[in-house]
């Protein structure tokens, strides 16, 4: 067998893969999330968000929620991870810092600060 009959071998089950892969997974809400930032927001919005103290945007609305979080980074160095069932988790975004409670099932948006740019 030579080297062109391995490559059309190789690209033939590749074709497969791909197809079988979109093919089941093509109705799921499918994401890599393989950043620490990433899983942590991803986590975030799946749960029930509700507006805490000090917290002055309303986080109920869908299009200021995912502007809000759309370029979010998670600060590890400030926030309070294993602690019990609820992380603390602060977020800085272009225009605010905030933190978040993340428990079990809901989402708890506070103390927010906007900056001064």
Same mark, same amino acid.
């Given at each position: 067998?030579?080297?062109?009959?391995?490559?059309?071998?190789?690209?033939?089950?590749?074709?497969?893969?791909?197809?079988?892969?979109?093919?089941?997974?093509?109705?799921?809400?499918?994401?890599?999330?393989?950043?620490?930032?990433?899983? $942590?927001?991803?986590?975030?919005?799946?749960?029930?968000?509700?507006?805490?103290?000090?917290?002055?945007?309303?986080?109920?609305?869908?299009?200021?929620?995912?502007? &809000?979080?759309?370029?979010?980074?998670?600060?590890?160095?400030?926030?309070?991870?294993?602690?019990?069932?609820?992380?603390?988790?602060?977020?800085?975004?272009?225009?605010?810092?905030?933190?978040? $409670?993340?428990?079990?099932?809901?989402?708890?948006?506070?103390? &927010?600060?906007?900056?001064?740019?």
């Amino acid at each position: 067998m030579n080297i062109w009959q391995r490559f059309g071998f190789y690209l033939g089950g590749f074709a497969i893969g791909i197809v079988f892969l979109m093919f089941f997974l093509s109705g799921k809400k499918t994401q890599c999330n393989y950043a620490p930032d990433a899983r $942590v927001l991803s986590n975030i919005s799946k749960k029930e968000r509700i507006q805490g103290h000090h917290f002055s945007l309303p986080v109920t609305e869908d299009s200021i929620y995912l502007r &809000l979080m759309k370029k979010a980074n998670v600060v590890f160095s400030k926030s309070i991870v294993d602690d019990g069932e609820c992380n603390t988790y602060w977020i800085e975004t272009d225009n605010y810092s905030f933190e978040v $409670v993340n428990c079990n099932e809901t989402a708890t948006f506070q103390n &927010l600060n906007k900056k001064n740019n």
